[in-house]
């Protein structure tokens, strides 16, 4: 089964731009996986953010956004916040009801 | 607002066996995909399970499958997770979860339970 990657931490200044991305260890990501998003931060359930590649969940401010980025999945953070500091994972639909996560990347704000 | 309260975690030993359930309110829960995903001790997220709408169709991680057994009761808009042959790597916080349609497909899981925590242990 294929390994789905993520940055294993990124850091960010306040007010920046930041992009994590999503990829396979074979293949490129494309839209046929549907990419989404979850934000987690200690001791919460996950959040969904982006579906569908570049879709935000209801309630999730246009700062967040996804794309396609080479061979990746990309979720892009601009003007970035302090409540931004969280874990993001992606999650790619391999086909049969099966989905695989990434291992998550932690975003600090510094 | 849509809800989803799981229930059923605790201690158990290795070998032994465990019903989780997730209760769902706010949404009409007879449309909808639902899916078991679990968290391990400061690790990541990990797929377990997904079942259809109509309860037609399930499909489980290879690392839990033949163990696993998911089903769903529409009648009482409750999900359910019965574990058996439970293994100390099945440790972990046990997260019920919607999908965004009828069918397993896609990976859009737009309402999560705040988790219920599974240890095995002797």
């Known amino acids: 089964q294929p390994v789905v990657t993520q940055e294993p931490s990124f850091s960010v200044s306040p007010g920046g731009t930041v992009t994590l991305t999503c990829g396979l260890t074979s293949g490129s990501v494309s839209s046929s996986y549907y990419p989404s998003w979850y934000q987690q931060t200690p001791g919460q359930a996950p959040r969904a953010l982006m579906y569908?590649?570049?879709s935000r969940s209801s309630g999730v401010p246009d700062r967040f956004s996804g794309s396609l980025l080479g061979n990746k999945a990309a979720l892009t953070i601009t003007g970035a916040q302090a409540d931004d500091e969280s874990d993001y994972y992606c999650v790619l639909y391999m086909g049969s009801g099966i989905l695989v996560f990434g291992g998550g990347t932690k975003l600090t704000v510094l | 607002e849509m809800q989803l309260l799981e229930s059923g975690g605790g201690l158990v030993q290795p070998g032994g066996s465990l019903r989780l359930s997730c209760s769902a309110s706010?949404?009409?829960?007879?449309?909808?995909?639902m899916t078991w995903v679990r968290q391990t001790p400061g690790k990541g997220l990990e797929w377990v399970s997904t079942?259809?709408?109509?309860?037609?169709?399930?499909y489980y991680a290879d690392s839990v499958k033949g163990r696993f057994t998911i089903s769903r009761d529409n009648s009482q808009s409750t999900l359910y997770l019965q574990m058996n042959s439970l293994r100390a790597e099945d440790t972990a916080v046990y997260y019920c979860?919607?999908?965004?349609?009828?069918?397993?497909?896609?990976?859009?899981?737009?309402?999560w339970g705040q988790g219920t925590q599974v240890t095995v242990s002797s």
């Open positions: 569908r590649t570049n």
């Open positions: 979860a919607k999908r965004f349609g009828a069918s397993a497909s896609g990976s859009y899981l737009d309402c």
């Open positions: 079942i259809s709408a109509s309860d037609a169709n399930t």
């Open positions: 706010g949404f009409t829960f007879t449309s909808y995909a």
